[in-house]
């Protein structure tokens, strides 16, 4: 058996001509080197989620989730620790992952959350500190390393390389080594004793 950390890389824009996937997939592969987890990157437009919270699919209603509801269920419950890729839309994150956040709950819980924004100026930063105050109702924790990325739109080279990955480089290290040992902590304190209800 892996000693590996199960990390879900969540995309959390789903918008025509979005830039998430890129962030995402860069810091996935960083923590795929990293040595610590086993990466499953989730693109929630991929996702299906119903639009609409049915009462069959809501966590706390009996009966049968549907399959896009089950499916993502299974892939956040598997996971150790997450990263939750985000822009900044109107000074908050996209209602998109507001949704797949609120659509589960003990999936969220006693696991570690990193997070890496971008956007203008602040960096998505004013969407990272909103995240920030969400996580604790789901009993998941936001990590103090972020990685962040400003106006990352002047920052790509002649050959169309973004240059701000090579610069974060060094702090997607930190960020990752944090986000392992808030990982196998929480691992070993689940196995120990359940989260107090
Ligand atoms: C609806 C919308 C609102 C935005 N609001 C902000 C904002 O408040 N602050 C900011 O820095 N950037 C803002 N932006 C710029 C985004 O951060 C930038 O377009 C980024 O690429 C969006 O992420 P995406 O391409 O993955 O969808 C906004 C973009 C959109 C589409």
Redesign the pocket.
Known sequence: MSDKLNLAVI?????E??????PAKWIAEAAARHGGFEVDLVDLLDTDLPQHMTELDLWSRPGEPSVPVATLGERLHRADAFIVV???????Y?APLKHAIDYYMSEWAAKPVGLVS???????Q??AEHLRQVFPELRATTIRHTLMF????EKFDENGRFAGFDEAEPHAKSFLDELEWWGRALVNARREAPLPA
């Open positions: 995309i959390g824009s789903t918008r001509g979005r830039w998430g996937p890129v985000t822009p900044e839309y109107n000074h908050s996209p971008y956007g203008g100026g602040a960096g998505g004013r969407a400003s106006m990352y739109w």
